[in-house]
């Protein structure tokens, strides 16, 4: 998995994407990776509505602003931090530290109504069980094990001077990271939250694309049964990690897959216009070949669209053919589909962008 997972990082961060598609990949992955990072803790705002607040556009009623609040506390984290590591490609980054550790804590936990004895940023004073399934380590022992944590994370256990393992290495230690405060619950609150921000400074700061960086906080959330069963597991064997390793490589092995497929699926689309603004570069500039390029490049946002909805697609189509009829209609889908650009079945027609298919090499299956 760690094999495969290297290269696919690497796929991934070499794939040049229009700049419009590539701000939609990351917004998308940023809002499933903050909301599911509020989320394993209880948070109910939806992806649409955490999608709302990555625009900022959301606007939730003063009885849920709380649950706003949540949120924006953990973008405000990662677009700080992704500014921060991002800003200076090749160096190298800080290291772990239990100051940096208190300063995610104190962002999770900003401007949220607390119970009494919790204080953002600063370790805990009193004994904490977590989710019924084992107690966090004494109060008295936090500093002495966040200070032990960073030095073995910081240290020769996951550094290497091969560049092929520097990824692999990385994911360790990030699940490693994030095991150990989950064990240790250093602080009365936002342990969680602190563990996934942790996690992912590691993986930004090791070359893990901006995407693909939420992609661990992404499957905990959409397999959280196994996640506290795995979490507990890890707990009880009294230390056998490996099964909680395996389940985050799978999960994020898993969703670097679907990355890829989205990436080559905005690929394909942009390939296919640049192949249909071609073909109509051949032709006479005229306001004709404007409108039925239109067509085209619309009905290529569609699967099936019946013939006589066709002037309802868009208000442009809608505005050509307000006064022209169906004949207009009827002679610009005969001169596209004499083109090769669409299929025509049973009073239907969708774009034929299959043909595309062909620039790709030849293989049997």
Do not use: H, T
């Given at each position: 998995m760690l094999g495969e997972i290297r290269s696919k990082i690497h796929h991934l961060a070499g794939v040049p994407l229009r700049p419009d598609l590539a701000k939609e990949l990351h917004q998308i992955f940023l809002t499933k990776g903050v909301m599911a990072t509020t989320a394993i803790e209880g948070n109910t705002l939806s992806e649409e509505q955490v999608r709302l607040l990555v625009d900022g556009k959301l606007d939730l009623p003063k009885s849920q602003k709380y649950l706003q609040q949540e949120v924006q506390n953990i973008l405000d984290l990662c677009n700080r931090e992704a500014d921060e590591i991002l800003a200076k490609p090749g160096e190298e980054q800080p290291s772990l530290s239990i100051d940096l550790m208190r300063r995610y804590n104190?962002?999770?936990?900003?401007?949220l109504d607390l119970e009494d004895g919790v204080v953002p940023g600063q370790l805990r004073s009193h004994s904490?069980?977590?989710?019924?399934?084992?107690?966090?380590?004494?109060?008295?022992?936090?500093?002495?094990?966040?200070?032990?944590?960073?030095?073995?994370?910081?240290?020769?256990d996951f550094s290497t001077s091969e560049p092929?393992?520097?990824?692999?290495?990385a994911l360790i230690k990030a699940i490693m990271a994030h095991l150990y405060l989950a064990w240790i619950h250093p602080f009365g609150d936002g342990n969680g939250r602190t563990a996934r921000m942790v996690e992912f400074h590691i993986l930004l700061a090791n070359g893990v694309p901006l995407p693909a960086a939420h992609l661990l906080s992404d499957h905990y959330n959409r397999t959280r049964s196994a996640y506290y069963r795995e979490l507990a597991h890890a707990s009880r064997s009294g230390g056998d990690v490996v099964p909680f390793i395996k389940y985050a490589l799978q999960g994020f092995l898993d969703g670097l897959r679907e990355q890829i497929s989205r990436v080559r699926e905005q690929q394909l689309k942009v390939t296919w216009e640049t192949f249909v603004y071609d073909l109509f570069a051949k032709k006479v500039n005229t306001k004709t070949q404007k409108r039925r390029l239109e067509l085209v490049l619309e009905l290529s946002e569609h699967n099936w669209v019946a013939v006589h909805d066709i002037e309802l697609l868009n208000p442009k189509l809608a505005r050509a053919y307000a006064t022209a009829g169906d004949r207009m209609v009827q002679r610009d889908l005969n001169s596209i589909h004499r083109m090769g650009l669409i299929e025509r079945r049973h009073g239907r027609v969708r774009a034929a962008k299959e043909i595309i298919e062909a620039f790709l090499p030849r293989r049997t299956a």
């Open positions: 104190g962002g999770v936990l900003r401007d904490i069980l977590v989710g019924k399934v084992y107690r966090g380590a004494p109060a008295r022992d936090c500093e002495f094990l966040m200070n032990r944590l960073c030095q073995w994370l910081n240290g020769s092929d393992l520097v990824i692999p290495f």
